[in-house]
């Protein structure tokens, strides 16, 4: 009887020690786990600037489109100054 008791006393004693050092590695492998994140990086709400390399196609097309309206409205702004100066030649 006093064998078997020492018995359990002893794998008791070994069963501790090998959950505490189980516990331990499972604390120091969390710790390695939180030194290696990252830390998140938020993305800027609006670019800063685009260069003319990364503008896609339809960015592209939309300022040609709009460099081709500038240019028709101007013609139309011309055209109009010529026909109101001649108005005012044509009253002097």
């Known amino acids: 009887m006093g064998k078997q008791s020492k018995k359990n ?3 008791k004693f070994f069963a501790g020690l090998l959950a505490s050092s189980n516990a331990k590695k499972k ?3 969390s710790k390695k786990k939180r030194s290696n994140k990252k830390p998140k990086v ?3 709400p609006m670019p800063i600037k685009k260069t003319k390399e990364k503008l896609t196609r339809s960015e592209d097309t939309k300022i040609l489109e709009n460099q081709d309206l500038i240019l028709k409205k101007t013609d139309q702004l011309m055209t109009r100054m010529d ?3 001649n ?4 009253l002097t």
Request: hydrophobic share 30%; proline share 6%; no cysteine.
């Open 9 to 11: 006393q002893v794998q």
């Open 27 to 29: 604390t120091k492998n």
């Open 42 to 44: 938020k993305p800027l």
């Open 83 to 85: 026909q109101i100066e």
């Open 87 to 90: 108005r005012l030649r044509a």
